[in-house]
Nanobody
Framework: QVQLEESGGGLVQPGGSLRLSCVGS????????ILWYRQAPGKERELVGG????????DYADSVKGRFTISRDNAKRTVYLQMTSLKPEDTAAYYC???????WGQGTQVTVSS
């Protein structure tokens, strides 16, 4: 079955950077788009951005555009979320999901605080 595992979260100061990883298994990784979401305490889960199956196309929420970059390495079955210029409002649990599927990983927590 589809399984996703996110990692790379942690505590970072405002203005800092982090790279999250999402490793997929149980499906043909290279033919699916992958989406990143986040959920802050007390808020609904929101879409951060996504990447096409071959990695040639990406899209981002306005709130992260210009600061976050999504990439993928299909040989490693991994999608990355590079986050720069982090702000306290980026604090959330981050999740990946296969486009068109309902399964979620366990998420990885990102906390931006001084």
């Amino acid at each position: 079955q589809v399984q996703l595992e996110e990692s790379g979260g942690g505590l970072v100061q405002p203005g800092g950077s982090l790279r999250l990883s999402c490793v997929g298994s149980g499906f043909i990784f290279s033919i699916y788009g992958i989406l990143w979401y986040r959920q802050a305490p007390g808020k609904e889960r929101e879409l951060v951005g996504g990447i096409s199956p071959a990695g040639s196309s990406t899209d981002y929420a306005d709130s992260v555009k210009g600061r976050f970059t999504i990439s993928r390495d299909n040989a490693k079955r991994t999608v990355y979320l590079q986050m720069t210029s982090l702000k306290p409002e980026d604090t959330a649990a981050y999740y990946c999901r296969v486009r068109g599927r309902s399964e979620w990983g366990q998420g990885t927590q990102v906390t931006v605080s001084s």
